[in-house]
C-alpha cells in the first residue's frame, strides 16, 4: 500500500514551520478568533481597575469589505475576511488609547506538542472607512501581533507593531514588544497602583508613550522603515504576508518577515514577567489595529496559519 498524503492549494502561499497546528481560512467561519475582553470576574461583573477601558474595542465580524465604490472586494481568495474595526476615535498618540480606538481579536490555544518554536503567518489588508473624501493612509496609525505565552516559569508576550502615522505624520516603521528597562507597575497602569497587568504584559495598551512613537512597551527594529504597499484609494485592497517566528525555549525572537523583507531578530527578547495564576501552557495568537484620527480604520485577515516544530 503506497501513503499519499494531499495538500489543500491553501498552504502553497504559507512557509509553516514542521507541524501545522491551525489553517484559518475565514470563508468557513471565525475558527475560534474572537474579540479580546477583560475578565469580567468582579461584583456586578466588573473587571479590574485600569486606566483604558478595555470594554470599548468594536467587535469583529467576518466581512465581504464592502466600500462605498466597490460592492464588494471579497477576500484575497474568497469572499470573507475576518474584519478588525474601530470606532471613530482616537486620543493623542502620546496619551492610552480611547475609548473604542482599538479593535483586537484572538484565538485562544494552548502548548501542543512541546515546541522548541512557534510561528504565525498571515495574509491581510488595511484601510480606513471610506466615508469622506481623500486617500485616508494617515489615519491608520497602527496595527500588530502578538503571542501571549505562559510556560512554568514565566509570562511573556512577543510581538510586533508597525507604526504607520502618528498625528497625520506617514511614519511606516516597525517596533517589536519590549518593556524598558526600570519601568514601574504603577507607571506601566498609568498611575493605577493595583493595575492588574505587570511591565511587559498588554503593551499595545499599556506603558507611557512619547512624542517620537516610541513608548515603555515598544522598542525600534533596527532598519525597521518599510513602506507598505496602501493603494491610492481606501475602497482599493492589496494583501499582504506577514510572518513572525519565535523561539520559545530561548524566550527569543526570531525572524519577523513582512512582505518579501525579513528582519533578523534574534539574540532580542520580550520582557519575562512572572507567571498568572490558572493559564500555564497559555499560547494565544493577536492582532489588533488602532486608529490615529476621529475616522474608523480596519484590519482584514484573509488567512492564518499558526505552526511549531
Not at 53 to 66: E, G, V
Amino acid at each position: 500500500m503506497r501513503r499519499v498524503v494531499a495538500y489543500g492549494h491553501e498552504l502553497e502561499r504559507f512557509d509553516p514551520l514542521a507541524r501545522v497546528v491551525t489553517l484559518d481560512d475565514f470563508d468557513t467561519g471565525f475558527n475560534g478568533w474572537m474579540d479580546l475582553t477583560p475578565n469580567f470576574v468582579n461584583a456586578d461583573y466588573e473587571s479590574f481597575d485600569s486606566a483604558v477601558d478595555l470594554t470599548s474595542w468594536a467587535p469583529a465580524m467576518l466581512s465581504s469589505a464592502p466600500m462605498r465604490f466597490a460592492a464588494s472586494n471579497g477576500s484575497m481568495d474568497g469572499t470573507y475576511s475576518l474584519k478588525l474595526t474601530t470606532a471613530p476615535a482616537a486620543a493623542p498618540h502620546t496619551e492610552p488609547p480611547a475609548d473604542g480606538s482599538m479593535g483586537v481579536v484572538v484565538k485562544r490555544l494552548s502548548r501542543y506538542g512541546d515546541p522548541s518554536q512557534i510561528q504565525i503567518e498571515a495574509w491581510y489588508s488595511y484601510t480606513p472607512a471610506q466615508d469622506r473624501v481623500g486617500i485616508g493612509e494617515d489615519d491608520i496609525r497602527a496595527f500588530g501581533f502578538y503571542f501571549d505565552v505562559q510556560d512554568p516559569q514565566h509570562r511573556y508576550m512577543p510581538g510586533v507593531r508597525y507604526v504607520n502615522s502618528l498625528g497625520g505624520k506617514l511614519v511606516k516603521r516597525w517596533q517589536y514588544w519590549k518593556a524598558t528597562d526600570g519601568v514601574t507597575h504603577e507607571s506601566w497602569n498609568y498611575g493605577v497602583s493595583r493595575g492588574w497587568c505587570k511591565p511587559g504584559i498588554d503593551n499595545l495598551w499599556y506603558g507611557q508613550r512619547y512624542e517620537d512613537g516610541s513608548s515603555d512597551g515598544y522598542q525600534w527594529v533596527p532598519d525597521g522603515e518599510q513602506d507598505l504597499l496602501y493603494n491610492e484609494s481606501p475602497d482599493k485592497l492589496n494583501w499582504l504576508y506577514f510572518r513572525l517566528t519565535v523561539d520559545v525555549r530561548k524566550r527569543e525572537y526570531i525572524e519577523l518577515q513582512s512582505m518579501d523583507r525579513v528582519f533578523d531578530l534574534r539574540g532580542i527578547a520580550p520582557t519575562l514577567s512572572a507567571p498568572y495564576r490558572a493559564i500555564d501552557n497559555l499560547i494565544n495568537p493577536i492582532f489588533y489595529v488602532e486608529a490615529d484620527t476621529n475616522r474608523s480604520v480596519h484590519l482584514f485577515l484573509d488567512s492564518v496559519l499558526y505552526s511549531t516544530q
